[in-house]
């Protein structure tokens, strides 16, 4: 099955660029989307298709995918930005359409 | 505005039962996919289980697959998972889903139900 590998976690000052890496063998074939969870809350959709954002997501919130790494990139991180992020692919190497997820991302803002 | 709110979630002892609900509104339910997804206490995201807008497609994880069962009524806008065989390693908060959009997002999530197992 798809394996997804992301940094269990991330630190940056507020104000500076937060890159949370999302590893998959040929992502960029792939249609990525990144999810933010906050601490006793249900994930929240911030990116889709490796960049596009969905209405009322900042634009510091985005996103790239080449290669075998997709990447959730947040500028002039913000203390509210602190949360798991998750990145995520539907991959259909087997015989249906598997949902996949990263084990996640903790950002810490220092 | 779209809502899911998911309903049915406890303590039950392994072996046990148990029927979550989805109640969905302020959207078309009949015209999305649906999904169940759980996070373990203090672990990432899982994906459960996905079912199409007919109820006709139906996929599960190998880890819930012959124990569980998704449904949807859509004359009710309702979604539901039966939990059979239940297993210490099924305790999780599980989330409700909306299949959305061409990408196939999950773009709303309910706000959870957390399911216990233990003796």
């Known amino acids: 099955s798809y394996v997804l590998t992301q940094p269990p976690s991330v630190s940056v000052a507020p104000g500076q660029t937060a890159r949370i890496t999302c590893g998959g063998n040929n992502i960029g074939s792939k249609s990525v989307h990144w999810y933010q969870q906050k601490p006793g809350q249900a994930p929240v959709l911030v990116v889709y298709?490796?960049?596009d954002r969905p209405s009322g997501i900042p634009e510091r919130f985005s996103g790239s995918n080449s290669g075998n790494t997709a990447t959730l990139t947040i500028s002039r991180v913000e203390a509210g930005d602190e949360a798991d992020y998750y990145c995520?692919?539907?991959?259909?190497?087997?015989?249906?359409?598997?949902?996949?997820f990263g084990g996640g991302t903790k950002l810490t803002v220092l | 505005q779209v809502q899911l709110v998911e309903s049915g979630g406890g303590l039950v002892k392994p072996g046990g039962s148990l029927r979550l609900s989805c109640a969905a509104s302020?959207?078309?339910?009949?015209?999305?996919?649906m999904s169940w997804i759980r996070q373990a206490p203090g672990k990432g995201l899982e994906w459960v289980s996905y079912i199409s807008s007919s109820g006709s497609t139906i996929y599960y994880a190998d880890s819930v697959k012959g124990r569980f069962t998704i449904s949807r009524d859509n004359a009710k806008n309702s979604l539901y998972l039966q939990m059979n065989s239940l297993r210490a390693e099924d305790t999780a908060v599980y989330y409700c889903?909306?299949?959305?959009?061409?990408?196939?997002?999950?773009?709303?999530w309910g706000q959870g139900t957390l399911v216990t197992v233990s003796s």
């Open positions: 995520q692919v539907w991959d259909s190497s087997s015989d249906f359409l598997d949902v996949v």
């Open positions: 889903a909306r299949v959305g959009g061409s990408y196939r997002t999950f773009d709303y």
């Open positions: 302020g959207f078309t339910f009949s015209d999305y996919y």
């Open positions: 298709d490796d960049s």
